[in-house]
């Protein structure tokens, strides 16, 4: 487990940060953005969780999942900020295939409970909905800017997956948690 005694060190006071395995690094470097990007989309669903807390039926559900999900973004970050190595002294936390299905059989199960989309949505609906959408937005870009890093060094597979399934994730829980009250795009409509 992880003990925190102080919170600020000054070591970073110059621009650059610790990686998961001592390494400093530019606080611009693209693995940095890649895995603070993912702490902004767990920010943004806790957020979410304002409107799914404390509640029963559907929303309790939701917030189960939610609460799930914002572990495994810890996990994410873990996996992003320590660089792929052979034989590593410590092994390094990393995002399993076992938790990208898991987003998938939820995904399936949501998703069999709501009517077929005949338009794009627009974000919101309800105020968890909003969250939620907003959340999947920052995910896609924490997912783009993984990739990117992927293109230079090697990222685990099950890491970029999971940020992909995620923001399928986010997008069907959004409608599931709006339940008919989806906002659709109306093409042209204001021209």
Same mark, same amino acid.
């Given at each position: 487990?992880?003990?925190?005694?102080?919170?600020?060190?000054?070591?970073?006071?110059? &621009?650059?940060?610790?990686?998961?395995? &001592?390494?400093?690094? %530019?606080?611009?470097?693209?693995?940095?953005?890649?895995?603070?990007?993912? *702490?902004?989309?767990?920010?943004? +669903?806790?957020?979410?969780?304002?409107?799914?807390?404390?509640?029963?039926? *559907?929303?309790?559900?939701?917030?189960?999942?939610?609460?799930?999900?914002?572990?495994?973004?810890?996990?994410?970050?873990?996996?992003?900020?320590?660089?792929?190595?052979?034989?590593?002294?410590?092994? %390094?936390?990393?995002?399993?295939?076992?938790?990208?299905?898991?987003?998938?059989?939820?995904?399936?199960?949501?998703? @069999?409970?709501?009517?077929?989309?005949?338009?794009?949505?627009?974000?919101? &609906?309800?105020?968890?909905?909003?969250? +939620?959408?907003?959340?999947?937005?920052?995910?896609?870009?924490?997912?783009?800017? @993984?990739?990117?890093?992927?293109?230079?060094?090697?990222? &685990? @597979?099950?890491?970029?997956?999971?940020?992909?399934?995620?923001? *399928?994730?986010?997008?069907? +829980?959004?409608?599931?948690?709006?339940?008919?009250?989806?906002?659709?795009?109306?093409?042209?409509?204001?021209?």
């Amino acid at each position: 487990m992880v003990k925190l005694t102080r919170i600020y060190t000054r070591g970073g006071d110059q &621009g650059e940060t610790s990686l998961g395995d &001592g390494r400093r690094v %530019p606080k611009h470097a693209v693995r940095v953005a890649a895995f603070g990007t993912v *702490d902004e989309a767990n920010s943004v +669903l806790g957020l979410a969780r304002l409107h799914t807390g404390g509640n029963d039926g *559907d929303l309790g559900r939701a917030d189960a999942m939610l609460g799930r999900i914002q572990n495994d973004l810890f996990d994410l970050g873990a996996d992003l900020c320590t660089p792929e190595q052979e034989n590593p002294p410590y092994p %390094p936390l990393r995002i399993i295939p076992a938790q990208v299905e898991r987003l998938e059989a939820e995904i399936d199960a949501m998703n @069999a409970e709501l009517p077929p989309l005949n338009s794009f949505i627009l974000p919101g &609906g309800s105020p968890a909905a909003a969250h +939620l959408h907003l959340a999947r937005t920052v995910v896609r870009r924490a997912e783009r800017l @993984a990739t990117d890093l992927a293109s230079h060094e090697p990222v &685990g @597979a099950p890491a970029l997956q999971y940020l992909n399934r995620l923001s *399928d994730h986010l997008f069907v +829980l959004a409608r599931w948690v709006n339940r008919g009250a989806d906002v659709l795009w109306v093409p042209g409509q204001n021209r």
